[in-house]
């Protein structure tokens, strides 16, 4: 695998910009909780540093939970639309006030299953709290109450996100110029 600095065309968002976006975001949400016990569920993988960030910044009592989903069918940096859960919860959610800490939105496809999935289990609230915003590609509605950055169609890497599993311990978010990127060796 080769060093990132080999793949990375730019920083798109600097280590500093997203410590203070997090650091707002757990400030919003600690408002909005207050008195209200929280249960955050990450989606793994993408969404763990984003987690481990975020919940340094809630001052409201929480709980955390892990799913994690794949999709398949189409290939490796696109979604199919098909979307499975591959971990599910260990806790009942019912009457819960459940947010879900998503690294990127993209086709939407992938929290609109979940949206789903979680929704017949009769939570109390299920909100979405995503990092990354691509709203341009988005082809189904997903309403996202707490976004970190909107950003353009461009494959990024970094601060959870990977690029062919790799590159997620970065703290900064980049892009990655594929001309320059040779997985094989
Ligand atoms: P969606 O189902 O198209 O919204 O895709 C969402 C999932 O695709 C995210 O949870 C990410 O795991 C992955 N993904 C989408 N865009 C990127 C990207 O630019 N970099 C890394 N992963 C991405
Ligand atoms: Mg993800």
């Not at 408002?31 to 481990?52: A, E, N, Q, S, W």
């Not at 494959?155 to 594929?178: A, K, T």
Request: glycine letters at 8%.
């Amino acid at each position: 695998m080769q060093a990132y600095q080999d793949v990375l065309s730019e920083v798109l968002i600097s280590e500093e910009a997203l410590q203070k976006r997090v650091a707002e975001l757990g400030a919003e949400i600690s408002r909005d909780y207050k008195g209200k016990p929280l249960l955050l569920i990450c989606i793994l993988r993408g969404g763990v540093m984003f987690l481990t960030d975020l919940m340094r910044h809630i001052d409201t009592p929480h709980m955390i939970e892990f799913m994690a989903v794949s999709s398949y069918g189409a290939g490796k940096r696109e979604s199919s639309g098909r979307v499975r859960i591959t971990l599910d919860l260990n806790i009942d959610i019912c009457d819960k006030d459940v947010l879900l800490v998503e690294d990127i939105i993209d086709s939407g496809h992938t929290i609109s299953h979940v949206i789903d999935f979680l929704s017949t289990r009769r939570p109390q609230s299920l909100y979405v709290c995503a990092l990354l915003d691509k709203s341009v590609r988005r082809e189904v509605h997903v309403p996202i109450r707490y976004s970190g950055f909107e950003i353009p169609d461009k494959f990024v890497f970094g601060y959870g996100l990977d690029l062919d599993d790799y590159y997620r311990n970065l703290p900064f978010i980049g892009v990655v110029d594929l001309k320059k990127y040779h997985p094989e060796g």
